[in-house]
């Protein structure tokens, strides 16, 4: 299974930006999918996942400002970024795994290569 991240960029707080992920190869199974999001000098943090079954589990400093969505006939995974913040500035990575989602960084074993986002002041 391959994953690719896009859609990071430059944007002033309070801006949007929508990330796509793109899974490829093994794409007949249901995999829980999810975003997660790495500051530099900190820990690979969980933002938001998607189970197989359309389960929806939000960070509670994201909830009411982002939003995961997949289209299936793409095999695309988005996150819609509402009032971003400064703090939000990071590494934004993809993420899927088999079996039910889970918000520990280390129980997903697939990730996407990431995509900058940047909030300006």
């Known amino acids: 299974v391959q994953l690719q991240a896009s859609g990071g960029g430059l944007v002033q707080t309070g801006g949007s930006l929508r990330l796509s992920c793109t899974l490829s190869g093994r794409t007949g199974y249901n995999y829980a999918m999810g975003w997660f999001r790495q500051a530099p000098g900190r820990e690979r943090e969980f933002v938001v996942t998607?189970?197989?079954?359309?389960?929806?589990n939000y960070a509670d400093s994201v909830k009411g400002r982002f939003t995961i969505s997949k289209d299936n006939a793409k095999n695309t995974l988005y996150l819609q970024m509402n009032s971003l913040k400064p703090e939000e500035t990071a590494v934004y990575y993809c993420?899927?795994?088999?079996?039910?989602?889970?918000?520990?960084?280390?129980?997903?074993?697939?990730w996407g290569q990431g995509t900058q986002v940047t909030v300006s002041s």
């Open positions: 993420a899927a795994k088999g079996g039910w989602f889970s918000e520990n960084k280390d129980d997903w074993y697939y």
């Open positions: 998607l189970s197989s079954r359309g389960s929806r």
